[in-house]
């Protein structure tokens, strides 16, 4: 069916009969062939409403225009969005017990365009008067670029994969459900991943429903039937679960939002269909100047060159007046580069250029679109530049165990390094032992033990919750001192006490830190009243109430246990975090 059917089938209001007409721009051909019109960017409708209103029989034509969907995904103004599922309860089958359902995302639509059309014909059911046309699209725009069901969505492909699985409760009222408290009713233990979103998220209010989870020919959802836990995006790629799940509600965005890296590494131990980016880093669990201070993460000079990651850009211009392009693809521009001349109603001239370039990129695609803006036909113009970024102070840094955090990068030759014979071994990153004490962060330490075990034996691990391959604190990792700690030098000098160095699986994150660092070189900064600024916020989380029902209705044996306060290895690291006194 196409499009312009199926709107007309599915609208409705005050008995009109609705006619409605696809309009198509002609594709035109510029003189260039990299850059042709390809398609059209929007979907332009005519609908012919006709029927009996208070004054007799009326007809009016009103004119509406959508962005062009795959599936539930579309484009607005250059942001990826996607319409989510909506949840509600299933009331025909309210006598027999809670059951909830799912409304479709063409339902969803379709049902808001319907009651925005069906408001604005109140004036002409009852005076003929015809509706603005710019109030009704205005309306529909707002609706798809800000309702709640009309998520963003990271252009990654770990977000893009987890769409299907996007729920939002929407105005579903129930004396057991808050969502911002992520409390629960009974019924959905099982359904619906508690830990996607984190608690008091005012932004987003969209939960991942738990991956396996299905809805029967009455879109009523259907318990999964292997025993998941969570949702497609953690369940596949987070390692160690047991170990941290004070912090895994962190874990779905920090992965939807990394970064594709240039030379990115199979982890030693990884998920069960893990598609992550990341590079393993020789890592030292200890303190080093201001380096380390709050969330710091320290990066050596040579590893920060390594740890290259892609970062596209995209430049647009939408107008009805002329345009001009300057480059063609494979053109290497930088920040300060004129890409468009956009020509206004005077003829004046603007050159667009693209600020976010940190050095030199490369134009990898461009393309031309039918479009429309505020009613006005327009071409619209999409440049696309790819560049590879090497690591620099202030990008964000994540790991596998929820720990965030702010590079800082440090010359080679003040960083420390091992001894090995007749060689120096230089140690890559520095994460403070109070960003693993104060996140109880001890997956960090599981995997940097786990991925020296993997080295050694020439193996690759598969972590899946709560089935780990290897625990902490197996004889097999304190046999091959996959545990032991290691004697670090700095300029010669031998320090005091032996650190915990192994190799650690860190990624990019596409975020730039706009946090002032409270310490920068050694000195502490102060705020505006010339006070010291403070420490960072204490983060992390507790397992609250509904995950343990989620956990205790799948029926999984002593995951409770391993949750708990006394969970196997916290004696042993909080013991190894003390030993960890170079500073």
């Not at 609250?544 to 006394?566: A, P, Q, T, W, Y």
């Amino acid at each position: 069916m196409s499009i312009s059917k199926f709107i007309e089938k599915k609208l409705s209001s005050r008995g009109f009969k609705f006619k409605v007409k696809e309009i198509n721009n002609i594709d035109s051909q510029s003189s260039n062939t990299e850059i042709s019109i390809l398609e059209n960017d929007v979907q332009k409708f005519i609908i012919n409403i006709s029927g009996y209103t208070k004054i007799g029989l009326r007809k009016c034509n009103i004119s509406l225009v959508l962005p062009i969907f795959n599936g539930n995904i579309y484009e607005m103004n250059g942001v990826k969005r996607a319409i989510i599922r909506k949840l509600r309860l299933n009331y025909a089958k309210l006598l027999v017990g809670r059951s909830y359902i799912i409304d479709d995302p063409s339902k969803i639509l379709m049902d808001n365009i319907n009651e925005i059309i069906s408001s604005s014909l109140e004036n002409f059911y009852h005076k003929g008067t015809v509706p603005p046309e710019n109030i009704i699209q205005n309306s529909i725009d707002n609706f798809l670029k800000t309702d709640q069901v009309c998520q963003y969505i990271p252009d990654n492909k770990i977000a893009v994969r987890g769409i299907p699985e996007m729920i939002t409760f929407g105005d579903l009222i129930e004396n057991d459900l808050d969502v911002e408290k992520r409390s629960f009713p009974n019924e959905l233990a099982g359904l619906v991943d508690y830990n996607s979103t984190s608690t008091g998220d005012r932004i987003n209010f969209s939960y991942r429903m738990v991956k396996g989870t299905k809805t029967n020919s009455q879109k009523e959802l259907i318990m999964n039937d292997q025993k998941n836990l969570f949702c497609s995006t953690i369940q596949d790629n987070a390692i160690g679960i047991q170990y941290n799940p004070g912090r895994v509600h962190l874990l779905r965005p920090q992965f939807e939002q990394s970064l594709e890296i240039v030379d990115s590494e199979i982890p030693y131990i990884t998920g069960p269909n893990s598609v992550l980016n990341g590079m393993h880093f020789l890592t030292a669990i200890m303190n080093l100047s201001y380096g380390t201070y709050e969330d710091a993460i320290l990066f050596s000079e040579s590893a920060a060159a390594r740890f290259r990651c892609i970062r596209k850009h995209k430049i647009r211009s939408n107008t009805s007046f002329n345009t001009e392009i300057l480059v063609s693809i494979g053109s290497k521009v930088t920040a300060i580069d004129s890409l468009v001349n956009v020509s206004d109603v005077d003829d004046k001239i603007t050159n667009m250029c693209c600020s976010k370039i940190q050095a030199i990129g490369t134009v990898t695609d461009i393309k031309r679109y039918h479009s429309s803006s505020y009613g006005r036909d327009t071409i619209k113009t999409v440049i696309e530049i790819t560049e590879h970024c090497q690591l620099h102070p202030g990008d964000k840094i994540t790991t596998r165990g929820g720990i965030k955090g702010v590079a800082v990068i440090f010359p080679d030759n003040k960083m420390p390094y091992i001894k090995d014979n007749d060689r120096d071994i230089p140690i890559d990153v520095c994460i403070s032992p109070t960003s693993i004490y104060n996140r109880k962060s001890i997956v960090s330490l599981w995997e940097m033990a786990l991925n020296n075990y993997c080295i050694k034996n020439k193996t690759q691990l598969v972590s899946i919750p709560f089935n780990e391959p290897i625990d902490f604190n197996d004889k097999i990792l304190i046999e091959e001192g996959c545990h032991d700690l290691t004697q670090l030098y700095i300029k010669d000098r031998k320090l005091i006490n032996k650190t915990y160095v192994n190799p650690l699986f860190i990624i990019r994150s596409d975020k730039i830190a706009h946090e002032i660092l409270s310490c920068k070189d050694g000195e502490q900064r102060l705020n505006t009243n010339h006070l010291p600024v403070s420490g960072s916020k204490a983060s992390g989380q507790r397992m609250d109430v509904s995950n343990r029902e989620n956990i205790n209705f799948k029926g999984l044996i002593n995951i409770d246990k391993i949750m708990s306060e006394r969970s196997p290895g916290k004696n042993h690291v909080c013991n190894l975090i003390k030993s960890i006194k170079n500073d």
